[in-house]
């Protein structure tokens, strides 16, 4: 704003809102939502992408290119590959790879945040095969949450619910078919799984 000498009541007026909207966005404590942003992009001549962080939109696999932001202010994130969860840590922010497709949340996740396509039925019936899940890398996984890990220094990472019972870790199927699998080497926890979404087949 301060490029095209606008201070916030001057926004504020162009967009019919009140000048603490604008002070609460600038400090971060709340998103605009979506028209609104295009309207402030449009106001300050710079696209919808910029205000929240990236250059430039974003594009999947089959090369199409849109919004990083979803209509209703929220960024996406990038559905990556179970090889590449477990290989978090070289994630760069924003995401420069070419992801699988860019999935939304309900609710606004942090910059390193990723999807996944659930595979496999060691989840069910919470998670079933195909549905999405949303996963933060950077919080601290306690006794309950759901995470995606990796055993043993192996790339790909696997999806299970994280139980600590005093010293003992272990890895739980919701399945019961499946045995519980005891943290006795190295794991690491790529993420703690925020949100799932599933998704119905069409008839």
Do not use: H
Request: proline residues 10%.
């Amino acid at each position: 704003m301060a490029a095209k000498q606008l201070d916030q009541s001057t926004v504020a007026r162009a967009l019919g809102i009140e000048p603490q909207s604008v002070q609460q966005w600038l400090a971060g404590q709340t998103m605009p939502r979506g028209y609104r942003i295009k309207a402030l992009a449009a106001l300050l001549d710079v696209e919808p992408w910029e205000l929240l962080g990236s250059s430039t939109p974003v594009e999947d696999a089959g090369g199409n290119r849109f919004s990083a932001v979803a209509p209703g202010g929220i960024r996406r994130v990038p559905r990556i590959s179970w090889v590449s969860a477990g290989q978090f840590r070289e994630i760069e922010v924003p995401y420069s790879g070419q992801p699988e497709a860019w999935d939304t949340p309900t609710e606004p996740l942090g910059p390193r945040a990723f999807s996944l396509r659930v595979e496999g039925d060691s989840m069910e019936p919470e998670f079933p095969a195909g549905c999405i899940i949303f996963v933060e890398p950077d919080t601290q996984a306690v006794n309950g949450d759901y995470v995606v890990v990796t055993v043993d220094d192996t790339n790909q990472a696997t999806f299970k619910q994280l139980v600590i019972d005093g010293p003992r870790r272990y890895l739980k199927p919701l399945n019961p078919r499946y045995p519980v699998i005891p943290i006795e080497r190295e794991a690491r926890i790529c993420g703690v799984v925020r949100e799932m979404r599933k998704a119905y087949p069409r008839r």
